[in-house]
């Protein structure tokens, strides 16, 4: 069974620092590999998608990496605001292809 | 358009109401789902719809009901529910097969009361 996990659970910065969040997986064989931001009490909004055959994808200030043999993705957040705080959460594909494994989430909060 | 509808926002009902929540999309995706999210907890799925047909169920108490009646359309039918059943439901839709980015709705926080 694909187990994820996240660390750390929870982070604290201070505005404009660069920081990276983890994901570690069990099972390297995934079909993909999603970053997804949710404000408390909100939904899910999709940050970045990664398909098995890619290294990484960029938006803007996010960068996601992945790295199947090792079982890891990264999440890198540059010059962090406080706009940015929220839960992340990576979320794999690997199965029939329509359940997603989700961690359980890094709660970013940024300070002014 | 990327965006999931889901109605109502908030619910509060008692245990012996019947009550629906509402999910739509217009992305031409042909597979949609419930996740049921507890405070500080991932998602976890409850149903999954593939061609307007069911194809997964996670084993959910039958007090829930899905319903896809339409490729767009998919509503979630609430009756004789406990307390610990107040949550945040989520919908979200993808296009077919394991390839598709997962869209999620903004969720409906239901309180059972």
């Known amino acids: 069974k694909q187990e994820v996990t996240q660390i750390p659970a929870a982070l604290s910065v201070p505005e404009g620092e660069n920081l990276v969040l983890n994901c570690s997986f069990t099972?390297?064989?995934?079909?993909?590999l999603q970053w997804f931001r949710q404000d408390p009490g909100k939904g899910l909004t999709s940050l970045l998608l990664i398909q098995s055959s890619q290294r990484e994808q960029t938006s803007g200030r996010l960068n996601a990496s992945l790295d199947k043999s090792s079982g890891r993705s990264t999440l890198y957040i540059a010059a962090s605001q406080p706009g940015d705080s929220a839960t992340y959460l990576c979320?794999?594909?690997?199965?029939?292809?329509?359940?997603?494994?989700f961690g359980k989430g890094t709660s970013l909060l940024v300070t002014p | 358009d990327t965006e999931v509808t889901q109605t109502p926002k908030h619910l509060v009902m008692g245990m012996t109401n019947k009550k629906s929540l509402k999910c739509e999309q217009h992305?031409?995706?042909?597979?949609m789902y419930w996740y049921k999210q507890k405070a500080k907890k991932p998602p976890e799925l409850m149903f999954v719809y593939s061609y307007e047909k069911l194809s997964i169920n996670e084993s959910v108490p039958s007090r829930f009901s899905p319903e896809c009646p339409n490729s767009s359309l998919l509503n979630l039918h609430l009756h004789a529910l406990q307390p610990e059943d107040s949550a945040l439901y989520l919908c979200?839709?993808?296009?077919?097969?394991?390839?598709?980015?997962?869209?999620f709705g903004q969720g409906t926080r239901l309180t059972v009361v």
């Open positions: 099972d390297s064989a995934i079909y993909n």
């Open positions: 979320a794999l594909n690997s199965n029939s292809g329509y359940a997603l494994n």
């Open positions: 979200a839709s993808s296009q077919e097969g394991p390839l598709g980015e997962a869209f």
């Open positions: 992305m031409g995706h042909r597979a």
